[in-house]
Protein backbone atom coordinates (compact mmCIF):
# COMPACT_ATOMS: atom_id res chain seq x y z
CA UNK A 1 0.00 0.00 0.00
CA UNK A 2 1.07 3.41 -0.98
CA UNK A 3 0.99 6.04 1.91
CA UNK A 4 1.48 9.69 1.70
CA UNK A 5 -0.49 13.22 1.30
CA UNK A 6 -1.34 13.06 -3.00
CA UNK A 7 -1.82 16.92 -4.02
CA UNK A 8 -3.47 18.06 -6.91
CA UNK A 9 -0.14 19.22 -8.78
CA UNK A 10 -2.07 21.99 -11.07
CA UNK A 11 -2.82 23.36 -7.72
CA UNK A 12 1.43 23.79 -7.03
CA UNK A 13 3.82 26.27 -8.55
CA UNK A 14 6.49 23.91 -10.15
CA UNK A 15 9.97 25.01 -11.08
CA UNK A 16 11.95 23.82 -13.79
CA UNK A 17 15.81 23.62 -13.85
CA UNK A 18 18.28 22.21 -16.22
CA UNK A 19 19.97 19.47 -15.28
CA UNK A 20 23.11 19.66 -13.35
CA UNK A 21 26.56 18.89 -15.31
CA UNK A 22 26.86 15.52 -14.42
CA UNK A 23 23.30 14.12 -15.11
CA UNK A 24 22.84 13.93 -18.44
CA UNK A 25 24.35 10.44 -18.43
CA UNK A 26 22.08 9.00 -16.25
CA UNK A 27 19.31 10.60 -17.92
CA UNK A 28 20.41 9.07 -21.48
CA UNK A 29 21.59 5.55 -20.65
CA UNK A 30 18.74 5.47 -18.07
CA UNK A 31 15.89 2.20 -19.15
CA UNK A 32 12.51 1.06 -17.65
CA UNK A 33 14.27 -2.41 -16.65
CA UNK A 34 17.29 -0.16 -15.26
CA UNK A 35 18.61 2.73 -13.95
CA UNK A 36 21.29 4.28 -11.41
CA UNK A 37 19.03 3.70 -8.42
CA UNK A 38 21.16 4.03 -5.14
CA UNK A 39 19.93 3.46 -1.22
CA UNK A 40 21.16 5.71 1.80
CA UNK A 41 18.85 3.82 5.12
CA UNK A 42 18.28 4.50 8.97
CA UNK A 43 18.22 2.06 11.57
CA UNK A 44 15.89 3.77 14.34
CA UNK A 45 15.84 2.55 17.71
CA UNK A 46 11.75 2.78 17.72
CA UNK A 47 9.59 0.21 15.11
CA UNK A 48 8.75 3.40 12.27
CA UNK A 49 4.94 4.87 12.25
CA UNK A 50 4.45 5.10 8.66
CA UNK A 51 1.64 7.76 8.85
CA UNK A 52 3.88 10.03 10.45
CA UNK A 53 6.34 9.37 8.15
CA UNK A 54 4.12 10.02 5.32
CA UNK A 55 3.54 13.10 6.90
CA UNK A 56 7.21 14.40 7.34
CA UNK A 57 7.93 13.13 3.78
CA UNK A 58 4.68 15.66 2.34
CA UNK A 59 5.90 17.81 5.15
CA UNK A 60 9.54 18.65 3.53
CA UNK A 61 8.52 18.74 -0.19
CA UNK A 62 8.90 22.37 -0.60
CA UNK A 63 12.15 22.76 1.11
CA UNK A 64 13.80 20.34 -1.67
CA UNK A 65 12.94 22.07 -5.01
CA UNK A 66 15.30 20.49 -6.99
CA UNK A 67 15.14 17.03 -5.28
CA UNK A 68 11.15 16.32 -5.49
CA UNK A 69 11.52 16.16 -9.25
CA UNK A 70 10.46 14.41 -12.53
CA UNK A 71 12.60 14.30 -16.00
CA UNK A 72 10.89 15.90 -18.62
CA UNK A 73 12.53 15.60 -22.21
CA UNK A 74 12.26 18.36 -24.72
CA UNK A 75 14.03 18.92 -28.20
CA UNK A 76 17.49 19.93 -27.29
CA UNK A 77 17.77 18.85 -23.48
CA UNK A 78 16.28 17.06 -20.81
CA UNK A 79 15.02 19.31 -17.93
CA UNK A 80 13.76 18.35 -14.39
CA UNK A 81 10.37 19.44 -13.00
CA UNK A 82 9.64 20.02 -9.32
CA UNK A 83 6.38 18.03 -8.59
CA UNK A 84 3.94 17.20 -5.57
CA UNK A 85 2.69 14.16 -5.22
CA UNK A 86 4.74 13.13 -2.27
CA UNK A 87 2.57 10.11 -1.44
CA UNK A 88 5.45 7.97 -2.48
CA UNK A 89 6.07 5.96 1.04
CA UNK A 90 5.53 1.82 1.15
CA UNK A 91 6.43 -1.05 3.39
CA UNK A 92 9.68 -2.54 2.09
CA UNK A 93 8.71 -5.75 0.22
CA UNK A 94 11.14 -6.02 -2.62
CA UNK A 95 14.91 -6.29 -2.96
CA UNK A 96 16.61 -3.01 -3.05
CA UNK A 97 17.37 -0.26 -5.33
CA UNK A 98 14.96 -1.52 -8.13
CA UNK A 99 14.61 1.74 -10.61
CA UNK A 100 12.43 4.58 -9.84
CA UNK A 101 10.12 5.37 -12.74
CA UNK A 102 11.55 8.06 -14.38
CA UNK A 103 10.00 10.42 -16.97
CA UNK A 104 6.06 9.92 -16.38
CA UNK A 105 3.60 10.84 -13.44
CA UNK A 106 3.81 14.10 -10.45
CA UNK A 107 5.93 11.46 -8.49
CA UNK A 108 9.36 12.35 -7.89
CA UNK A 109 12.94 10.14 -8.81
CA UNK A 110 12.99 9.00 -5.33
CA UNK A 111 10.44 5.83 -3.21
CA UNK A 112 11.13 6.21 0.76
CA UNK A 113 9.85 2.48 2.64
CA UNK A 114 10.09 1.42 6.06
CA UNK A 115 10.56 -2.22 7.46
CA UNK A 116 10.89 -2.51 10.93
CA UNK A 117 12.86 -0.35 12.86
CA UNK A 118 14.47 0.67 9.30
CA UNK A 119 13.24 3.74 7.22
CA UNK A 120 15.34 3.63 2.99
CA UNK A 121 15.42 6.62 0.54
CA UNK A 122 16.24 5.00 -2.82
CA UNK A 123 17.04 7.52 -5.53
CA UNK A 124 17.69 7.86 -9.34
CA UNK A 125 21.31 9.12 -9.22
CA UNK A 126 20.12 12.01 -11.96
CA UNK A 127 18.51 14.38 -8.93
CA UNK A 128 21.15 14.13 -6.22
CA UNK A 129 24.60 12.65 -5.12
CA UNK A 130 25.06 10.64 -1.50
CA UNK A 131 25.76 13.69 0.18
CA UNK A 132 22.58 15.53 -1.50
CA UNK A 133 20.33 12.55 -0.76
CA UNK A 134 21.53 12.34 2.97
CA UNK A 135 20.72 15.81 3.78
CA UNK A 136 17.55 14.63 2.56
CA UNK A 137 17.09 11.60 5.08
CA UNK A 138 18.30 13.51 7.97
CA UNK A 139 15.64 16.21 7.83
CA UNK A 140 12.73 14.32 7.14
CA UNK A 141 14.15 12.17 10.16
CA UNK A 142 14.17 15.16 11.90
CA UNK A 143 10.88 16.61 10.77
CA UNK A 144 9.51 12.86 12.17
CA UNK A 145 10.75 13.29 15.52
CA UNK A 146 9.54 16.99 15.83
CA UNK A 147 6.14 15.74 14.52
CA UNK A 148 6.34 13.24 17.75
CA UNK A 149 7.18 15.55 20.03
CA UNK A 150 11.09 15.30 20.30
CA UNK A 151 13.25 18.36 19.78
CA UNK A 152 16.16 18.24 17.03
CA UNK A 153 18.50 21.05 16.50
CA UNK A 154 19.04 22.45 13.06
CA UNK A 155 22.77 21.33 12.41
CA UNK A 156 24.73 18.55 10.60
CA UNK A 157 22.81 18.61 7.31
CA UNK A 158 19.46 19.24 8.80
CA UNK A 159 18.02 21.48 6.83
CA UNK A 160 15.05 23.58 8.97
CA UNK A 161 11.09 23.30 7.47
CA UNK A 162 10.53 26.92 7.41
CA UNK A 163 13.46 28.33 6.01
CA UNK A 164 13.09 29.45 1.77
CA UNK A 165 15.81 26.65 -0.71
CA UNK A 166 18.89 29.27 -1.19
CA UNK A 167 19.95 29.49 -4.74
CA UNK A 168 22.96 27.98 -3.62
CA UNK A 169 21.63 24.54 -2.62
CA UNK A 170 19.84 24.88 -5.87
CA UNK A 171 22.94 25.64 -8.13
CA UNK A 172 24.75 23.19 -10.32
CA UNK A 173 28.09 24.09 -8.88
CA UNK A 174 29.61 22.91 -11.89
CA UNK A 175 29.40 25.71 -14.07
CA UNK A 176 30.96 27.62 -11.26
CA UNK A 177 34.96 26.41 -11.23
CA UNK A 178 36.91 28.47 -12.51
CA UNK A 179 38.84 26.53 -15.27
CA UNK A 180 40.98 28.73 -17.15
CA UNK A 181 44.83 26.96 -16.94
CA UNK A 182 43.86 23.87 -15.69
CA UNK A 183 45.67 21.17 -16.97
CA UNK A 184 44.66 18.70 -19.61
CA UNK A 185 43.10 15.48 -18.92
CA UNK A 186 43.39 12.56 -21.17
CA UNK A 187 40.30 10.20 -21.82
CA UNK A 188 42.53 7.44 -22.97
CA UNK A 189 42.42 4.97 -20.06
CA UNK A 190 43.01 0.89 -20.05
CA UNK A 191 39.42 -0.98 -19.79
CA UNK A 192 39.51 -3.03 -16.29
CA UNK A 193 39.57 -6.67 -15.20
CA UNK A 194 35.87 -7.59 -14.89
CA UNK A 195 34.43 -9.72 -12.21
CA UNK A 196 32.11 -11.64 -13.48
CA UNK A 197 30.45 -14.87 -11.58
CA UNK A 198 26.79 -16.34 -12.59
CA UNK A 199 24.61 -13.66 -12.17
CA UNK A 200 20.74 -14.03 -11.25
CA UNK A 201 17.70 -12.55 -13.20
CA UNK A 202 15.49 -10.53 -10.12
CA UNK A 203 18.22 -11.29 -7.56
CA UNK A 204 20.30 -8.40 -5.36
CA UNK A 205 22.36 -9.25 -2.45
CA UNK A 206 23.14 -6.52 0.07
CA UNK A 207 26.16 -7.94 2.65
CA UNK A 208 26.91 -5.47 5.12
CA UNK A 209 29.47 -6.27 7.54
CA UNK A 210 29.59 -4.04 11.01
CA UNK A 211 32.88 -3.34 13.05
CA UNK A 212 34.55 -0.82 15.28
CA UNK A 213 35.84 2.28 13.83
CA UNK A 214 38.48 2.01 16.68
CA UNK A 215 39.70 -1.53 16.00
CA UNK A 216 39.56 -0.84 11.89
CA UNK A 217 42.00 2.23 13.54
CA UNK A 218 44.88 0.07 14.75
CA UNK A 219 45.57 -1.58 11.46
CA UNK A 220 45.26 1.87 9.47
CA UNK A 221 47.61 3.81 12.00
CA UNK A 222 49.96 0.38 12.17
CA UNK A 223 50.16 1.14 7.84
CA UNK A 224 50.13 5.16 8.61
CA UNK A 225 47.52 5.11 6.12
CA UNK A 226 43.33 6.70 6.32
CA UNK A 227 40.53 4.62 6.69
CA UNK A 228 39.35 4.65 3.20
CA UNK A 229 42.44 4.22 1.79
CA UNK A 230 42.72 0.63 3.52
CA UNK A 231 39.46 -0.45 2.73
CA UNK A 232 40.07 0.72 -0.80
CA UNK A 233 43.28 -1.34 -1.44
CA UNK A 234 41.75 -4.13 0.39
CA UNK A 235 38.51 -4.23 -2.04
CA UNK A 236 41.36 -4.63 -4.99
CA UNK A 237 43.39 -7.34 -2.69
CA UNK A 238 40.27 -8.85 -2.77
CA UNK A 239 39.33 -9.41 -6.68
CA UNK A 240 43.69 -9.88 -6.57
CA UNK A 241 43.26 -12.71 -4.50
CA UNK A 242 39.90 -14.62 -6.12
CA UNK A 243 41.66 -14.26 -9.81
CA UNK A 244 44.60 -16.54 -8.44
CA UNK A 245 45.55 -18.31 -9.85
CA UNK A 246 43.69 -16.90 -12.91
CA UNK A 247 45.89 -14.41 -15.06
CA UNK A 248 44.60 -11.28 -16.35
CA UNK A 249 45.99 -8.74 -18.25
CA UNK A 250 43.56 -5.93 -17.09
CA UNK A 251 44.15 -3.46 -14.45
CA UNK A 252 41.83 -4.08 -11.04
CA UNK A 253 40.79 -0.68 -11.45
CA UNK A 254 38.15 0.77 -8.09
CA UNK A 255 36.41 3.88 -8.84
CA UNK A 256 36.37 6.02 -5.59
CA UNK A 257 34.01 8.95 -5.81
CA UNK A 258 34.70 11.76 -3.61
CA UNK A 259 32.39 14.53 -2.62
CA UNK A 260 33.64 18.04 -4.23
CA UNK A 261 31.74 20.47 -1.79
CA UNK A 262 34.10 20.93 0.78
CA UNK A 263 37.07 22.21 -1.32
CA UNK A 264 34.66 23.83 -3.76
CA UNK A 265 32.94 25.48 -1.20
CA UNK A 266 29.56 24.60 -2.68
CA UNK A 267 26.47 23.93 -0.89
CA UNK A 268 24.58 22.36 -3.60
CA UNK A 269 21.87 19.79 -2.93
CA UNK A 270 22.53 18.26 -6.36
CA UNK A 271 25.17 16.35 -7.79
CA UNK A 272 28.55 17.66 -7.23
CA UNK A 273 31.14 14.83 -7.18
CA UNK A 274 33.73 13.43 -9.17
CA UNK A 275 35.81 9.72 -8.94
CA UNK A 276 38.98 9.08 -9.14
CA UNK A 277 40.05 5.17 -9.88
CA UNK A 278 42.92 3.13 -8.19
CA UNK A 279 44.26 1.07 -10.39
CA UNK A 280 46.81 -2.00 -10.05
CA UNK A 281 48.14 -4.39 -12.50
CA UNK A 282 47.72 -8.06 -11.71
CA UNK A 283 50.23 -9.51 -13.74
CA UNK A 284 52.77 -10.05 -10.63
CA UNK A 285 52.28 -12.33 -8.43
CA UNK A 286 54.01 -12.42 -5.57
CA UNK A 287 52.23 -8.84 -4.10
CA UNK A 288 51.85 -8.24 -0.81
CA UNK A 289 48.83 -6.02 0.49
CA UNK A 290 51.45 -3.30 1.92
CA UNK A 291 52.38 -2.66 -1.66
CA UNK A 292 48.57 -2.33 -2.53
CA UNK A 293 48.22 -0.57 0.31
CA UNK A 294 50.98 1.98 -1.31
CA UNK A 295 49.67 2.17 -4.22
CA UNK A 296 46.06 2.89 -3.58
CA UNK A 297 47.68 5.46 -1.16
CA UNK A 298 50.06 7.28 -4.04
CA UNK A 299 46.89 7.46 -6.63
CA UNK A 300 44.03 8.51 -4.21
CA UNK A 301 46.86 11.54 -2.99
CA UNK A 302 46.93 12.05 -6.53
CA UNK A 303 43.43 11.97 -7.55
CA UNK A 304 41.73 13.39 -4.81
CA UNK A 305 44.59 17.02 -5.34
CA UNK A 306 42.24 19.81 -5.75
CA UNK A 307 43.95 20.72 -9.14
CA UNK A 308 43.47 17.01 -10.41
CA UNK A 309 39.64 17.19 -9.56
CA UNK A 310 38.94 20.48 -11.07
CA UNK A 311 41.26 19.77 -14.00
CA UNK A 312 39.10 16.81 -14.47
CA UNK A 313 35.21 18.39 -14.21
CA UNK A 314 36.63 21.27 -16.37
CA UNK A 315 37.56 18.49 -19.29
CA UNK A 316 33.35 17.33 -18.85
CA UNK A 317 32.48 21.12 -19.07
CA UNK A 318 34.40 21.53 -22.16
CA UNK A 319 33.15 18.63 -23.70
CA UNK A 320 29.39 19.25 -22.35
CA UNK A 321 29.67 22.78 -23.78
CA UNK A 322 30.97 21.97 -27.01
CA UNK A 323 28.69 23.71 -29.51
CA UNK A 324 28.18 21.16 -32.03
CA UNK A 325 26.88 18.80 -28.86
CA UNK A 326 25.09 21.54 -27.19
CA UNK A 327 22.91 22.06 -30.29
CA UNK A 328 22.53 18.92 -31.42
CA UNK A 329 18.87 16.95 -31.27
CA UNK A 330 18.10 15.18 -27.84
CA UNK A 331 17.77 11.90 -29.32
CA UNK A 332 21.28 12.38 -31.61
CA UNK A 333 23.03 13.14 -28.39
CA UNK A 334 21.46 10.25 -26.34
CA UNK A 335 22.87 8.10 -28.74
CA UNK A 336 26.26 9.53 -28.48
CA UNK A 337 26.30 9.39 -24.84
CA UNK A 338 24.50 5.56 -24.56
CA UNK A 339 27.84 5.01 -27.23
CA UNK A 340 30.11 6.56 -24.56
CA UNK A 341 29.36 4.73 -21.80
CA UNK A 342 29.07 1.42 -23.12
CA UNK A 343 32.85 2.32 -24.35
CA UNK A 344 34.21 3.92 -21.26
CA UNK A 345 31.99 3.92 -18.52
CA UNK A 346 31.42 0.65 -16.91
CA UNK A 347 34.11 -0.91 -18.88
CA UNK A 348 37.01 1.41 -17.59
CA UNK A 349 36.51 0.07 -13.78
CA UNK A 350 36.33 -3.61 -11.76
CA UNK A 351 34.06 -1.47 -9.30
CA UNK A 352 33.11 0.92 -7.21
CA UNK A 353 33.57 2.08 -3.33
CA UNK A 354 31.55 4.99 -2.51
CA UNK A 355 32.41 6.93 0.77
CA UNK A 356 29.56 8.73 2.66
CA UNK A 357 32.39 8.96 5.34
CA UNK A 358 31.75 10.00 9.03
CA UNK A 359 28.04 10.50 9.42
CA UNK A 360 27.38 13.43 12.21
CA UNK A 361 23.66 14.17 13.33
CA UNK A 362 22.50 16.96 15.30
CA UNK A 363 21.58 17.53 18.71
CA UNK A 364 18.29 15.93 19.59
CA UNK A 365 18.46 12.78 16.87
CA UNK A 366 21.52 10.00 17.88
CA UNK A 367 19.53 8.94 20.53
CA UNK A 368 16.86 7.87 17.81
CA UNK A 369 19.01 6.16 15.34
CA UNK A 370 21.09 2.72 15.89
CA UNK A 371 23.14 3.57 12.48
CA UNK A 372 22.93 4.66 8.69
CA UNK A 373 23.13 2.77 5.51
CA UNK A 374 24.99 3.67 1.94
CA UNK A 375 23.93 0.94 -0.52
CA UNK A 376 25.56 2.03 -3.66
CA UNK A 377 23.11 -0.55 -5.79
CA UNK A 378 23.97 -1.36 -9.21
CA UNK A 379 26.16 -0.11 -12.47
CA UNK A 380 24.87 -1.51 -15.80
CA UNK A 381 27.99 -3.77 -16.67
CA UNK A 382 29.24 -4.07 -12.74
CA UNK A 383 28.21 -6.84 -10.63
CA UNK A 384 29.39 -5.92 -7.44
CA UNK A 385 29.57 -2.79 -6.01
CA UNK A 386 30.03 -1.65 -2.23
CA UNK A 387 29.03 1.56 -0.15
CA UNK A 388 30.97 2.57 3.23
CA UNK A 389 30.20 4.96 6.02
CA UNK A 390 30.75 5.48 9.61
CA UNK A 391 28.42 6.47 12.71
CA UNK A 392 28.56 6.29 16.02
CA UNK A 393 31.88 4.57 15.94
CA UNK A 394 30.90 2.03 13.95
CA UNK A 395 31.72 1.26 10.11
CA UNK A 396 29.10 0.17 8.13
CA UNK A 397 30.65 -2.03 5.13
CA UNK A 398 27.97 -2.53 2.31
CA UNK A 399 28.47 -5.04 -0.66
CA UNK A 400 25.34 -4.92 -3.31
CA UNK A 401 25.49 -7.21 -5.71
CA UNK A 402 23.33 -9.39 -8.59
CA UNK A 403 24.80 -12.47 -8.05
CA UNK A 404 24.92 -15.01 -5.22
CA UNK A 405 28.75 -15.60 -5.20
CA UNK A 406 30.08 -14.03 -2.40
CA UNK A 407 34.08 -14.73 -2.62
CA UNK A 408 34.85 -11.05 -3.03
CA UNK A 409 33.11 -9.81 0.40
CA UNK A 410 34.25 -13.11 2.08
CA UNK A 411 37.97 -12.15 1.39
CA UNK A 412 37.07 -8.41 2.36
CA UNK A 413 35.71 -9.48 5.78
CA UNK A 414 37.78 -12.10 6.97
CA UNK A 415 41.25 -10.44 6.47
CA UNK A 416 40.04 -7.66 8.57
CA UNK A 417 38.76 -10.58 11.26
CA UNK A 418 41.87 -12.39 11.00
CA UNK A 419 44.00 -9.20 11.77
CA UNK A 420 41.62 -8.68 15.20
CA UNK A 421 38.66 -6.67 13.93
CA UNK A 422 35.51 -8.40 14.80
CA UNK A 423 32.81 -8.36 12.63
CA UNK A 424 29.21 -8.96 12.38
CA UNK A 425 27.86 -9.70 8.84
CA UNK A 426 24.17 -9.25 7.61
CA UNK A 427 22.81 -10.33 4.76
CA UNK A 428 19.04 -9.63 3.00
CA UNK A 429 18.95 -12.91 1.67
CA UNK A 430 18.33 -16.27 3.21
CA UNK A 431 17.38 -14.82 6.35
CA UNK A 432 13.88 -14.56 8.62
CA UNK A 433 12.50 -11.18 8.71
CA UNK A 434 12.59 -11.06 12.35
CA UNK A 435 14.39 -9.28 14.98
CA UNK A 436 17.02 -11.74 16.67
CA UNK A 437 20.42 -10.56 19.26
CA UNK A 438 21.33 -14.33 19.48
CA UNK A 439 24.59 -14.21 17.88
CA UNK A 440 26.38 -17.21 15.59
CA UNK A 441 29.82 -17.51 14.84
CA UNK A 442 31.33 -19.00 11.60
CA UNK A 443 34.84 -20.53 12.18
CA UNK A 444 35.39 -20.82 8.33
CA UNK A 445 34.87 -16.86 7.79
CA UNK A 446 35.57 -15.76 11.46
CA UNK A 447 32.68 -13.64 11.58
CA UNK A 448 29.40 -13.19 13.30
CA UNK A 449 25.88 -13.05 12.37
CA UNK A 450 22.35 -12.85 13.55
CA UNK A 451 20.25 -16.27 13.95
CA UNK A 452 17.62 -14.76 11.85
CA UNK A 453 19.95 -15.78 9.08
CA UNK A 454 19.50 -19.44 7.73
CA UNK A 455 23.48 -19.75 7.69
CA UNK A 456 26.47 -17.81 7.52
CA UNK A 457 26.32 -14.86 4.95
CA UNK A 458 29.47 -15.43 3.58
CA UNK A 459 29.76 -18.91 3.44
CA UNK A 460 26.96 -20.88 3.80
CA UNK A 461 27.92 -22.70 7.16
CA UNK A 462 25.76 -23.58 9.78
CA UNK A 463 28.00 -21.65 12.19
CA UNK A 464 28.19 -22.13 16.22
CA UNK A 465 26.47 -20.05 18.93
CA UNK A 466 28.25 -17.56 20.03
CA UNK A 467 28.03 -15.40 23.53
CA UNK A 468 29.44 -12.37 21.60
CA UNK A 469 27.35 -8.77 22.07
CA UNK A 470 25.96 -7.55 17.92
CA UNK A 471 27.82 -4.29 17.15
CA UNK A 472 23.78 -3.10 15.52
CA UNK A 473 20.96 -3.39 16.71
CA UNK A 474 20.44 -4.38 12.53
CA UNK A 475 16.93 -4.19 11.30
CA UNK A 476 15.77 -7.53 9.31
CA UNK A 477 15.11 -7.31 5.15
CA UNK A 478 11.53 -8.75 4.21
CA UNK A 479 11.85 -12.31 2.96
CA UNK A 480 11.26 -11.51 -0.59
ZN1 LIG B 1 31.17 -18.51 6.93
New binding site residues.
Given amino acids: MVMGIGKDALTQKSQTFDLDSSAIIYAATQKKEWNRTFRVAATLKQKVEPKVLAKAIADLQPRFPTLYVQLETGFFDYKVRTVHDTAILTKESAYPCRPVLVGRGEKPMFRVTYFENRIAIEIFHLVTDGTGVMCLLKSILARYLELQGFQVDKTDGVLSMSDVPSEHETEDSFKKLKCENTIKVSRNEAPAYKYFPQDKDNYFKLTHGYFSVVELKTLTKAKSVTVTEYLVALYAWAFYNNMLPEKSEKPIKISVPTDLRRLFASTTLRNFSLFTNVSIYPQKKDYTFDEFLQLAKQQMNEGFKKETLLSAACKNLTDANMAVFRYMQLSLKKAILKIGYALLGDKLITSSMSSLGIVTVPKGMGEHVDHFDMISGGTLKNFINCGILSFNGVMNVNFSSRCEATDIQ?IFFTYLSERGVNIEVQSNVEQKAVNSTTMRH?G??K?EFKDNHLH?P????Q?LASAKQPVCATAPYPEY
Fill in positions: RCNCVCLCGRG
